[in-house]
């Protein structure tokens, strides 16, 4: 009997000794929900069940008469002023304090969804998103009392495994209602970024991390493979531009109309702009690392001459087409290529000229990630890295000017799906687009093949340079259909080319995609 008795006892003890193993103690404490609280108040009493303590570990008494630092990691350095100590003694005698520092993990910490409630926010501490710098997150406990409002600020350093350039020193703000989740707070902490290291300066003691928003960075690697995509790719287009415009050459001879001498002002634009490319290329590859000469400066005027060019006729294709679905009647405008030619070559010009004289243009050295070579760059000849206002100027004029045209630009491409819609819905009884047969399924296709064709001649792929500042991939599917663009405005001109040979019998029966193609109209 009583050997039954001490068996059950013995595992008993077992039982309750294994809850006391620090190891444990998060896995425990996270089963009740709300746990950071838990998780503190148990890692003063824990005890290890290996050698776990000088290794991500430090539980040790101090004196709390003099400063205290600790390191549970060589990446992570805790520095308590003695203030802070004494504070979390409570009422407690004797000078000394348990003083704790560990590390977790950062996905035990579960952000919880954004409050919409502006009475809620304003009595909880401020939030902020981003990712956990190494994915680290710094305990730090002393005493038995909450230590907060310090006046002297205790200091965590995390050290950097890769520069960062911004990043913010935050704490844990845990929920209990939602079933502990939570959310980084800055409120309380100051940070100072040394390069080496994030030095954060708090006024409490919590649960800490430095947020970091990372760059999109392009290595060595896929800075080479992207290089040989566009020279690829433009040389392609230059070829198939030139033949481009030899069939407007010729569709014009034929029957002179002004659309087809509009898409030839676009094509000219962006066979210059490949052009220009593809030698400020060729051209800085044969200058030094810090050498600059009067050719680079020349060949950065013309290509950024061309962008801007491409972009004005690419809103001028735009214009065109509103005067043809819009305006529809009135629109007469007297000698109407003559203005647009205007607009379409003289405003770049002018900003080039400007530009120019300014001294804007020379070597522009763009930045690849290297980790055997920081200093490694992508030179080409562009707007100049040493002038001063160099990012003022490639935001408004490469960045503000595109996002506008290809806002409008994209208005207009919508007006084109829904006027296509409804003559198709007008012209087949309401019904749409469904149950087609052989005859519906074949206009389906050219509907799809005229919008496909607009949306590279209004330059809507140009849009997807915003996909750049997100992901690697953004950066290749945004540079090999931007580089082709040429091979598709060839396909676009062969497309018209056809459609004028067949035209009096396309016309006759399919009046609607005739007329959205050709975005032409009679002097």
Request: glycine share 8%.
């Amino acid at each position: 009997m009583w050997i039954t008795a001490f068996i059950v006892t013995l595992v008993c003890f077992s039982e309750t000794q294994a809850g006391d193993f620090c190891e444990d103690v998060i896995s425990e404490c996270r089963q009740g929900g709300a746990w950071t609280g838990c998780y503190e108040d148990r890692i003063a009493t824990c005890r290890p069940r290996g050698r776990m303590f000088g290794v991500s570990f430090v539980r040790q008494n101090v004196n709390s008469s003099k400063e205290a630092e600790v390191s549970p990691t060589p990446q992570h350095r805790v520095h308590i002023p003695s203030s802070a100590l004494q504070k979390s003694r409570g009422a407690m005698s004797g000078d000394e304090v348990l003083l704790v520092a560990t590390v977790l993990n950062s996905t035990y910490f579960k952000l919880s969804p954004p409050r919409k409630s502006r009475s809620s926010r304003s009595s909880m501490p401020l939030r902020i998103d981003g990712l956990v710098m190494g994915e680290f997150v710094l305990v730090v406990r002393a005493g038995s009392q909450p230590v907060t409002g310090l006046s002297q600020p205790i200091r965590l350093t995390f050290t950097q495994n890769k520069q960062e350039k911004n990043g913010t020193c935050v704490f844990w703000v845990e929920q209990s209602t939602l079933n502990g989740t939570g959310y980084w707070s800055p409120q309380g902490c100051e940070t100072n970024n040394t390069g080496a290291e994030f030095i954060c300066s708090c006024d409490h003691l919590s649960f800490f991390a430095v947020l970091v928003n990372p760059e999109l960075k392009v290595d060595k690697k896929s800075a080479t493979a992207l290089s040989y995509i566009t020279y690829i790719g433009s040389a392609l287009s230059v070829f198939f531009i030139t033949s481009s415009l030899i069939i407007y050459i010729c569709l014009q001879q034929r029957r002179p109309e002004k659309a087809v001498s509009v898409h030839m002002q676009l094509t000219g634009a962006l066979l210059c702009l490949h052009l220009s490319f593809l030698l400020s290329c060729i051209w800085v590859w044969q200058l030094k690392d810090d050498e600059d000469d009067w050719v680079c400066h020349g060949l950065g005027v013309v290509l950024h001459w061309s962008l801007l060019t491409t972009f004005t006729w690419m809103a001028l294709e735009g214009f065109h087409l509103y005067l043809l679905l819009v305006r529809v009647f009135n629109i007469y405008v007297r000698r109407y290529l003559l203005k647009l030619s205007l607009v379409g070559w003289g405003l770049p010009t002018l900003i080039a000229l400007v530009c120019g004289i300014s001294g804007v243009y020379g070597k522009f050295n763009l930045k690849v990630e290297d980790e055997n070579n920081p200093n490694l760059t992508a030179p080409i000849c562009w707007i100049s890295s040493d002038f001063n206002q160099h990012l003022v100027v490639i935001y408004i004029t490469t960045v503000a000017l595109p996002c506008l045209v290809i806002l409008c630009n994209s208005c207009m491409m919508g007006l084109v799906v829904f006027k296509l819609w409804g003559v198709r819905r007008s012209g087949e009884g309401g019904g749409g687009w469904q149950k087609m047969n052989k005859e519906k399924g074949s206009r389906l296709w050219k509907d799809c093949a005229t919008v496909l064709g607009l949306s590279w001649v209004l330059g809507l792929p140009w849009g997807l340079g915003s996909t750049t500042y997100v992901s690697l991939a953004g950066i290749y599917v945004f540079t090999i259909l931007n580089s082709l663009q040429g091979v598709f405005m060839f396909l676009w001109s062969v497309a018209l080319s056809c459609k004028t040979r067949s035209e009096n019998n396309s016309s006759s029966r399919d009046p609607s995609s005739q007329k959205m193609m050709t975005t032409s109209f009679n002097n």
